[in-house]
């Protein structure tokens, strides 16, 4: 049974940093795509960043250069390194893993970003 479960949400003031982390059962993500969304309340969901099987990163224009997405293999462990958070990051974040012709989400981390 395939299991995502995200963890690394909180409240933040603007400015500040948080790493969301996705760890899995079921799925090994060097052999997935696997990437966040996020869901601004009262919106629909959005990509965020994406990491590839090979490495490959792709990160949504709005947090480029704020946001990093990586892999460690050993721990079977996808994070989103996020830095200067602005109020309008606020959302729950979802992790989302694309293997075998099938999707995978995670239940969501809140993340808030007030002062």
């Known amino acids: 049974q395939v299991q995502l479960v995200e963890s690394g949400g909180g409240l933040v003031q603007p400015g500040g940093s948080l790493r969301l982390s996705c760890a899995a059962s079921?799925?090994?993500?060097?052999?997935?795509?696997t990437g966040w969304y996020r869901q601004a309340p009262g919106k629909e969901r959005n990509f965020v960043a994406h990491?590839?099987?090979?490495?490959?990163?792709n990160t949504a224009d709005s947090v480029k250069g704020r946001f990093t997405i990586s892999r460690d293999n050993a721990k079977n462990i996808v994070y989103l390194q996020m830095n200067n958070l602005k109020p309008e990051d606020t959302a729950v974040y979802y992790c989302?893993?694309?293997?075998?012709?099938?999707?995978?989400w995670g239940q969501g981390t809140q993340v808030t970003v007030s002062s």
């Open positions: 079921g799925i090994i993500f060097s052999d997935a795509v």
């Open positions: 989302n893993s694309y293997w075998l012709h099938n999707t995978y």
């Open positions: 990491i590839t099987s090979g490495g490959i990163t």
